[in-house]
């Protein structure tokens, strides 16, 4: 039984991994979004809407799938168009990286969004009237305070993320949930290989509270200290 547990461990290094690597997808893209969509440019903001409503509105898996079994397919035909012989098949994880990462990109951009719209413009104006340019202005004005307007939702948005890496499972990547389902189908022990396999996502999800509150709380410590 030992064995069973020990791979079990081995796939919680891959859904770490894989979380880590759809955050950073997700946070790009989120960026990406919330500065289109507070753009000027209708057709620019257009696409940013497009996206976050339509990735909002379809199921996760829906797109997982799509992306490793429509994606391999969409690739081969476009190589056989071409006159090629060569084929391609999507890696696993390359496909949940970037699924999930473009799933949460969507509500990266809206939780972006919502923060930076909390910032006072005026400091932003103030800064500006010391001489700022733009981009130090974002780096030295907006990003700082839009951290702590974003930290809330960003904490909901991993959370889910984390757990949502499971559903990589079902197109063959080799994470807990696969293995935990593979020793329980070997030893016909479901309940104990799945609640492990919940235990360390829970222990995954705790960590990332504390250390996402103590975050929360040093962003917070100046408007703490002022409504005092």
Do not use: C
Request: charge should be positive; aromatic fraction near 12%.
């Amino acid at each position: 039984m030992s064995g069973y547990y020990e791979s079990i461990l081995y796939g919680a290094m891959w859904t770490v991994a894989l979380s880590l690597a759809a955050l950073v997808v997700s946070v790009l893209l989120g960026m990406l979004g919330a500065a289109a969509k507070l753009s000027g440019n209708p057709l620019i903001k257009g696409v940013a809407t497009l996206y976050t409503t339509l990735i909002r509105g379809v199921p996760d898996l829906v797109l997982m799938l799509l992306v490793f079994y429509g994606g391999t397919i969409g690739l081969n035909n476009l190589l056989e168009w071409a006159g090629s012989k060569a084929t391609v098949d999507i890696n696993p994880f390359a496909a949940a990286v970037l699924t999930i990462g473009f799933i949460y990109g969507a509500y990266m951009t809206e939780t972006f969004r919502g923060a930076i719209m909390a910032i006072p413009h005026g400091q932003v104006e103030a800064a500006w009237a010391f001489g700022m340019g733009r981009f130090r202005t974002f780096m030295r004005i907006t990003i700082p305070q839009m951290v702590r307007y974003a930290l809330p939702g960003f904490t909901n948005n991993w959370l889910v993320l984390i757990k949502t890496t499971s559903l990589a499972s079902l197109i063959g990547l080799k994470e807990m949930t696969y293995l935990a389902k593979q020793a329980s189908a070997a030893t016909r022990e479901p309940f104990t290989f799945f609640l492990f396999a919940a235990a360390l996502f829970l222990i995954f999800t705790s960590i990332s509270l504390w250390v996402l509150k103590r975050l929360e709380r040093r962003y917070s410590l100046g408007a703490v200290r002022l409504g005092a």
